[in-house]
């Protein structure tokens, strides 16, 4: 078991290093000197590169998935009205806008607010039901 | 796409020139929002509003940020300055709760087999290279400070034997003692005032030359200039008593020109007495003759004999017995000759002779 789990967790490791090699022959569309910027800007201290590089490829992926999610909202947005025969139905230039942005921005940041109000919902509501069982606990004992 | 990344180009090249907004971190902003441009290309877009593209830019920058705040947390936490891959990824998951990864609820994961990294492995198998368009320099430029040399690297020798000579070297004693200056200035002022007062002694001088110049024109005598008395010329005066330079006051026995009270009839006479060279130069029709007499101011008064007509209202009696009669007869049998200049200067002495008391003042 022991053994396993430590081949396991050696895979895991190789995996991940040769992930980290493999990253060094993808050149990331975000340049090295900005990530390394930003990041030293906040505190982030590491000498080896290919940990930048998984920062930028992950921003990178991020970025992507946004313009994706805004891409899919401007089609949308294209497809579903056809009022007019007149222009060119299914006008074909894909521009990114300010609404499909805030819209596809906003899916990334719905369950992070959302789920902090329904934790401390939930915690307080707990909180204050065990009181009141606490209560009526005393109150059955009293009457008792 | 080309056409996408250039169109989105051409509309970050306009944009990165309004926004002036950010103050220092603009380079960074202007090459986080080209390769945004980029990777929007590579998605799908053909082109973009330059405000979406500033928004995405700054979400990009802000996610870079936070990944970096968050592993440095995790090596904090672990009693480490310097990140290592594991609390990448650990920030990593905690920027990606939101979306979700694979392996997530797994109470017993180990991190190396995470699923965030299987899903940025994943991306990078299957995602396009594309690499930054330009070439970024290192930035920010970190700027090498200017270093004071020591003692030893200027060759001087330190002020006492307690200091050493690989101690940065004082600065130049200019700097901080302060040395009166003095202004040198001082004796030049007065020989400025001098060199100006002479300089107007000058001018005065050569004034009153040329004006005795142009009273002798006629006469051929020739006058000698006046030799400097403070510049004023006492000797000289000519006819006009207002062209005349200003005299202090006695210096010159003035006759009383002009009285507001009359008491004689010499007195009222005085300014006819003035003009009637001028009257009789302009009869004669030349001006040089008006200055060309050489008068001091009067005292003796010659002789006029004026006759008016009805309407006028002075009458002036002859002062002395000098026989001038002969002039002044001419003077009134010519009356029907004269121009109307002639005759209006008349009028005019005439008025003049009514309001003595606008003599004294002239």
């Known amino acids: 078991m022991n053994s396993s789990s430590g081949e396991g967790r050696h895979d895991d490791d190789s995996a991940l290093a040769e992930f980290l090699a493999s990253l060094m022959d993808y050149t990331p569309t975000i340049p090295d000197e900005l990530v390394e910027h930003y990041l030293s800007r906040s505190g982030f201290h590491c000498p080896d590169l290919r ?26 947005r294209q497809a579903a009205p056809v009022k007019d025969k007149s222009k060119q ?8 806008t300010m609404e ?45 | 796409m080309s056409d996408g990344g250039r169109e989105s180009g051409t509309d970050n090249q306009t944009s990165s020139k309004k926004s ?67 609390d990448v990824i650990q920030g990593l998951e905690d920027l990606g709760l939101s979306q979700g990864f694979s392996g997530a609820s797994d109470i017993h994961r180990c991190l190396a087999s995470s699923g965030v990294v299987r899903e940025i492995g994943q991306f990078v198998n299957t995602a396009e290279e594309v690499p930054f368009a330009w070439p970024v320099p290192r930035f920010p430029i970190a700027r090498i400070p200017k270093q004071t040399s020591s003692f030893a690297q200027i060759g001087e020798a330190p002020a006492g034997n307690h200091i050493p000579n690989w101690l ?32 107007r002694r000058k001018a005065e001088r050569s004034l009153l030359s040329l004006q005795q110049r142009l009273a002798c024109n006629a006469t051929a005598e020739f006058m000698p200039a006046i030799d400097g008395d403070a510049g004023k010329g006492k000797e000289i005066v000519t006819n006009n008593p207002f062209l005349a330079p200003p005299l202090p006051y006695g210096e010159k026995e003035v006759s009383e020109i002009v009285m507001p009270k009359v008491d004689a009839d010499e007195k009222k006479l005085s300014v006819l ?8 130069a302009a009869k004669n029709g030349s001006l040089t003759s008006l200055i060309s007499e050489e ?22 009696a002859p002062l002395s017995s000098k026989a001038q009669n002969a002039k002044t007869d001419s003077w009134f049998l010519r009356d029907d000759e004269k121009d109307d200049k002639k005759r209006r200067a008349e009028m005019i002495l005439k008025e003049a002779m009514e309001n003595p008391q606008e003599l004294a003042q002239l």
């Not at chain 1, 920062?55 to 998935?65: D, H, M, P, R, W």
């Not at chain 2, 082109?47 to 500033?54: E, G, Y």
């Not at chain 2, 990944?67 to 090596?75: C, D, E, S, T």
């Not at chain 2, 940065?168 to 001082?186: C, G, L, M, Q, S």
Request: proline share 4%; charged share 25%.
């Open chain 1, 51 to 76: 940990l930048t590089r998984l920062v930028a490829v992950a921003a990178q992926k991020f970025i992507s998935e946004v313009a994706s999610d805004a891409l899919q909202h401007c089609k949308a």
């Open chain 1, 89 to 96: 139905p299914k006008d074909k230039r894909l521009v990114l």
């Open chain 1, 100 to 144: 499909d942005l805030s819209k596809a921005l906003r899916e990334v940041r719905k369950l992070t607010v959302s789920s902090i109000y329904f934790f401390e919902v939930t915690f307080f509501g707990i909180l204050i039901y065990c009181l009141l069982i606490e209560k009526k606990k005393k109150f059955v004992m009293i009457k008792v």
């Open chain 2, 20 to 86: 002036k907004v950010s103050g220092g971190d603009e380079f960074g902003r202007a090459i986080a929002k080209i390769a945004v441009t980029q990777i929007c290309g590579s998605t799908g877009f053909h082109s973009s509003h330059p405000s979406a593209l500033d928004a995405l830019a700054d979400v990009a920058i802000r996610y870079i940020s936070d990944l970096g705040k968050a592993a440095n947390f995790y090596a904090n936490l672990s009693g480490r300055t310097s990140s290592n891959v594991f």
């Open chain 2, 168 to 199: 940065p070297a004082f600065p130049d004693p200019h700097t901080y003692i302060h040395t009166p200056v003095w202004n040198e200035r001082a004796t030049d002022l007065r020989t400025d005032k001098i060199e100006q007062a002479r300089q």
């Open chain 2, 273 to 280: 007495e003035t003009f009637a060279p001028a009257i009789e």
């Open chain 2, 295 to 316: 008068r001091v101011l009067p005292s003796e008064r010659p002789m006029v004999h004026f006759k008016f007509g009805i309407h006028s209202k002075s009458i002036v």
